[in-house]
């Protein structure tokens, strides 16, 4: 497709590991990025991952990457309050200066 | 610190009354760029530039105009606003481009166009 695609809706209960995946649309596009937009505010640079990696990890957050199937996703471990947030992901296209989001997964604590 | 402010955060205006919303920078980055969120299509660009007096259209560039004369100022210009402009507006930068992890975005203005 031509779409970044997500879900839109997760909800997950505090403590629990999030997993919020993702398709993007080109399995050339060099550079991947997951953002955080918490309410009422801009959008936050999370992490991102090289075309060139499987994985990558930096403290409670681990990116996977299937280049095969051009899904991207980002697990949150021990999942907390602070991290109800609006979720994007994004691609870069090979050879190209734009930024391309999905539409954003809302992620929804449960006490 | 290093910010991107953008004003106004809030802005009702009518059809057809040219308006200006201002994107300032303070951390010498290369690439800005201005984006549309709007509910259930996420975040559209609208258009970037790469460095002073260069501009590209983005996704959806019709009915915005923007200039790029300084390095740390990106303002976006609506010369003739109509109610289908109604959005959430952020302006973000880069030290040298969408390909930068150090990338940085305002808190965004909200326009709603009457």
């Not at chain 1, 021990?78 to 609006?86: K, M, N």
């Not at chain 2, 259209?57 to 009915?63: A, I, L, R, S, T």
């Not at chain 2, 990106?74 to 010369?79: C, D, Q, R, S, V």
């Not at chain 2, 969408?98 to 166009?113: D, H, K, M, W």
């Amino acid at each position: 497709g031509e779409d970044v695609e997500q879900s839109l809706f997760l909800s997950v209960r505090e403590g629990d590991s999030s997993v919020i995946n993702c398709t993007y649309t080109d399995s050339s596009s060099t550079y991947l990025y997951w953002y955080k937009q918490e309410p009422g505010a801009g959008l936050q640079l999370l992490t991102y991952i090289f075309s060139n990696m499987d994985m990558k990890q930096d403290q409670r957050l681990t990116v996977l990457l299937n280049k095969k199937d051009k899904h991207l996703s980002l697990r949150i471990a021990d999942t907390q309050t602070g991290d109800s947030a609006i979720y994007f992901c994004a691609e870069i296209k090979n050879r190209d200066d734009k930024i391309i989001f999905g539409k954003g997964t809302r992620l929804h604590i449960l006490p | 610190e290093a910010q991107v402010t953008q004003n106004p955060r809030y802005l009702i205006t009518v059809t057809g009354k040219k308006l200006t919303v201002t994107c300032s920078q303070n951390m010498n980055h290369e690439y800005m760029s201005w984006y549309r969120q709007d509910p259930g299509l996420g975040l559209r660009q609208i258009y970037y530039s790469m460095n002073v007096e260069v501009t590209d259209k983005g996704d959806v560039p019709e009915g915005y105009k923007v200039s790029r004369k300084e390095k740390r100022n990106f303002p976006l210009i609506l010369e003739s606003p109509s109610p289908n402009q109604t959005s959430l507006y952020f302006c973000a930068s880069s030290l040298t481009g969408p390909y930068s992890y150090e990338q940085y975005f305002g808190p965004g203005t909200r326009l709603t166009v009457t």
